[in-house]
């Protein structure tokens, strides 16, 4: 959960006697309880840790050497929370600090396009920033700090919408993230160890938490998670394959189905639109195969169905269909509807149809649901990972014998969305 984006300017200040002071000025402070305020605020963010995000951002330890970044992800030192970072230094050589505060269990990953979002509307505010304090111009100052607050206020509201997944967005997580994409083809191969799964996905990202990884998988219950006692080699006496392993049970695929909610309202009402719609609907359905779909359009799906503002209007669409000059005003105020109606469009998630007094009007094309499969598939795979026992990648048989008692037991289960 984000406790606040707190936003400071770098200032040096120097003494009388030529010494200096650097300091971080605050500029407007926002938190999302009320425990926090700017008396207090240095229990989440203590000075040391600011300057410390200030060398990363500088020092270009992020991006290009010998540059400075504008963006950055890190754990604070002193005290226990992550941060995502916004750097912007203006033309004069102003240089201000935008810092996301989050818990240390939150996944700040699936936030950093909205943390991004605000970067780039923040770049345009500090420049009149400090435009309007160099010319002195108090008025405009004021203008431009309530402006400012208002714009973390925001990031913070959609902050909160994008923590409250449900299960169509959790299933994007998977396919959103290079890291459990990874490890679900690990488990489509063979049952693994939760230590060699971790081995393996550090590679990707090095400070990765794998429990975080992990957390759709098993809220959606596709994968189940036991201890194996391990063997003895009877030669060394070395104890091998013991500890947590992860078994899938349930493979997913984010899938495009037909909006049949939309469909038998047409039929219901004999509206007009329904032989239009159909056509179109018929027509994209006749070339797709949701099991031959290029991994690089899923992930778009993904990355979209993780957008509040486009899946608002996603769920909306579902049971509605509206004339393209009165699309309902549910977009965020920074939301931008012909873009991301043209996202939409190109991505084949909405159509148009024209009606016979040449109207135009915006359809749902297809619905987005996850297809649950029983991996069959896995039983010759950990038949032949247990005969190679001895080797990498081999299994025990008392893993072996763990995967197939799962698969067996979760057969009937069915995972509803």
Known sequence: MIQGILAFQFKINQKETGEIEPQFEPNQLVFREDEYDEENFSELLVENDIFAIFYQHTTGLSSVKYSYSNFYEGRLKETPYQVMSYFKQVADGSQYLAISIFELDDEIEIFEDLIKIMGNRLDTIFDKLTRARNSKQLSLIENINIRLKNELKFTIFQIDRLSNLDKIQKTALIYNSPERLKILEILRESPTSKK????????????????????????????????????????????????????????????????????????????????????????????????????????????????????????????????????????????????????????????????????????????????????????????????????????????????????EITYPEKVEF
């Open 196 to 407: 060699e799964i971790k081995k393996t996905v550090e590679k990707m990202a090095p400070n990765v938490n794998i429990d975080i990884l992990l957390q759709p998988f098993l809220e959606l219950n596709i994968i189940r998670r036991d201890w194996i006692k391990g063997e003895k080699n009877k030669k060394t006496g070395e104890l091998t394959h013991q500890g947590e392993y992860l078994f899938l049970v349930k493979d997913l695929i984010l899938s495009r189905v037909p909006n049949d909610n939309l469909l038998n309202h047409f039929k219901e009402t004999n509206n007009e639109l329904l032989p239009l719609y159909k056509e179109k609907v018929i027509e994209f359905f006749s070339n797709y195969d949701p099991y031959t779909e290029p991994i690089e359009e899923t992930k778009k799906l993904a990355s979209i169905l993780l957008n509040p503002d486009v899946y608002d209007f996603f769920v909306l669409m579902r049971h509605n269909h509206y004339p393209l000059d009165k699309i309902p005003k549910i977009f965020s105020e920074f939301a931008v509807t012909e873009i991301l109606l043209d996202d939409l469009k190109k991505l084949n998630i909405i159509s148009e149809v024209i009606d016979k007094n040449d109207r135009k009007w915006i359809c749902l094309l297809t619905d987005i649901k996850p297809l649950i499969i029983f991996p069959e598939y896995l039983l010759p795979k950990i038949r032949a990972a247990y005969k190679k026992q001895k080797t990498n990648g081999g299994i025990t048989y008392e893993i072996a014998k763990k995967a197939l008692s799962l698969l």
